[in-house]
């Protein structure tokens, strides 16, 4: 399994998916409740999280084409958490687009949000029946997970300290359980027995819990022109990060004074915010961010093992090594 | 069938709703997630519609006891919606309480709202397989289209005038639908045959739009003691409805331009909320709803004339009549 097999196989799974998100909610009227909907579902990115569902349906032998609801089910309910979290980050840019609270108003993205999720729903009742009450409450309890992760999340905006146990739990819901769910609904969608399931669940959990430690470390490493956002932003609105945890437990009693007392502060100077990112580079933040990293794809890659090798877990096995290097 | 059978039978089924209610979000955690969730459906209320879900069950010959995952699912979904408009309709207090956003804050009524709409879909998963496909896209067609009216609701607030037939539209959707639902839903659980469920949802929407118009009326005519919300509360923030509409068809020229400069006006002091009352009253609007409400309630009732006559169906007939001298 080549890199270039890979990125062929991952744009072709992309390109199904576009078309059908792009016929979803096509034509549905009034405009004031579907156009914003339509707009958030064609800001592109990468679909990771739909490609996953198909991937794993393959993984376990099974059709793509059979996980299509799925996978469609699981990118709708991604985009409806998106635009709930920016009008709750408060957040004006999304992959490089204004976010849909900006372009027309909150009321309008916190229904658009809410249709995004029942069109989520709608997908997943196009599941065969015997496999709905599994797939629905998987999917649900999933919804409710991210929402209490989402939660944890806005309450570290109000505490001093976070440690990496809270972090992880917290991170664990907001941004694996997506990738474990999905995932999970692959390996149920294209057939796979109780095994293969538990198996591509941790598989997902694993990889996006590396997944959301890579988001904290490319704030700081990525230009704003690959990531579509400015540099740094975490560091700006203060947030929790892997590397802002690493550095409290590692830092000197008075290093760890003064970044609690930047973290406090209204509003963080550009100079301070340069100092934050070198304190972190002194802790070795980031290299301990890329090494965790590496250990979390590593237990992920570990899970494939169990399973037989389809040309499914190859492209799975081989994603883990793509996503490694990714720069946004 | 007397009143005094329904209202045994409501109370019934009610503290059967309530109680499986509370055990629904109990001792989940994180609290800042969970405790809104909580809290708003502990707010009471009629709990008519997952009432009609359990009627209508019993209507086709089922059992209410199978019925209650659907009924459980459209109360939390009306919760659901319920939270999120009163952060898009600024509203401070909900059946005498104060609301979500008041209690904790926007943010927290975001996800709140977010929350129980997949606990709704949560307990909708609990169908029997072979009728979840069914259920399930009626449910979410029925979340689409109460969104939809919502934006219709909203759309309203920028335009001076809205004709009968959009008001009517957008009732059907933002209130009528919920009715319609529900009364579908409790009939396939209960085992109804497609012509059932048709006359049954049919019942339903003609149920919610009188429900609707009397929200319209008891606006004007219900204290506050006995609404939970301050009386002409509309009419303060200018909302068009059934009493607005009529009386924009019925006004002379000159009432129609004072009646328009109102509802543009910012604020409108007590004591031209208190002339625009009159007018709805000297134009026959409190009048023409009161005749509009008899009609709707009596088209339900026609509905239930194709239905073979059970116990629940005598129920729902009963409690049209019921409706029709409701004070709150």
Redesign the interface.
């Known amino acids: 399994m080549s890199r270039d097999s890979l990125q062929k196989k991952l744009e072709e799974l992309r390109s199904l998916i576009e078309a059908e998100l792009r016929r979803l909610a096509d034509g549905r009227?009034?405009d004031?409740?579907y156009e914003p909907v339509r707009y958030t579902l064609a800001g592109g990115g990468k679909r990771l999280r739909p490609i996953l569902v198909l991937l794993s349906a393959e993984a376990v032998g099974g059709k793509a084409q059979d996980a299509l609801p799925c996978a469609l089910a699981v990118e709708l309910m991604h985009n409806?958490t998106l635009v709930?979290d920016d009008?709750?980050d408060r957040d004006a840019l999304r992959r490089g687009r204004p976010t849909v609270h900006v372009v027309w108003d909150q009321?309008?993205a916190?229904?658009a949000?809410?249709?995004l999720?029942?069109?989520a729903?709608?997908q997943?009742?196009?599941n065969p029946?015997?496999r709905?009450?599994r797939i629905?409450?998987l999917?649900?309890?999933g919804?409710?997970r991210i929402?209490?992760g989402?939660?944890?999340d806005?309450?570290f905006e109000s505490r001093t300290e976070v440690s990496l146990q809270d972090y992880m739990e917290m991170i664990e819901k907001k941004t694996a359980q997506l990738f474990s769910v999905s995932c999970g609904l692959g390996a149920l969608a294209g057939g796979g027995d109780e095994r293969s399931v538990a198996a591509l669940s941790s598989y997902g959990k694993w990889l996006g819990l590396a997944f959301q430690i890579q988001d904290d470390l490319l704030d700081v490493l990525s230009p704003e022109q690959i990531s579509g956002k400015p540099q740094a932003s975490d560091i700006r609105r203060r947030k929790k990060t892997f590397l802002f945890v690493h550095a409290l437990r590692t830092a000197s009693e008075a290093e760890r004074q003064w970044l609690l007392r930047m973290y406090a502060s209204e509003r963080l100077p550009e100079d301070a915010v340069q100092r934050v990112i070198q304190l972190f580079e002194s802790l070795g933040a980031m290299e301990q961010a890329e090494t965790l990293v590496e250990d979390l794809l590593a237990k992920a890659r570990q899970e494939l093992g169990s399973l037989p090798e389809t040309e499914g877990v190859s492209h799975l096995r081989e994603l883990t090594f793509a996503l490694a290097g990714r720069r946004a």
């Open positions: 009227l009034p004031s409740f409806f709930h009008i709750m009321d309008t916190i229904l949000g809410d249709g999720l029942a069109l729903y709608q997943l009742f196009r029946p015997e709905l009450a629905g409450s999917f649900s309890e919804v409710l929402c209490e989402q939660a944890l806005k309450e």
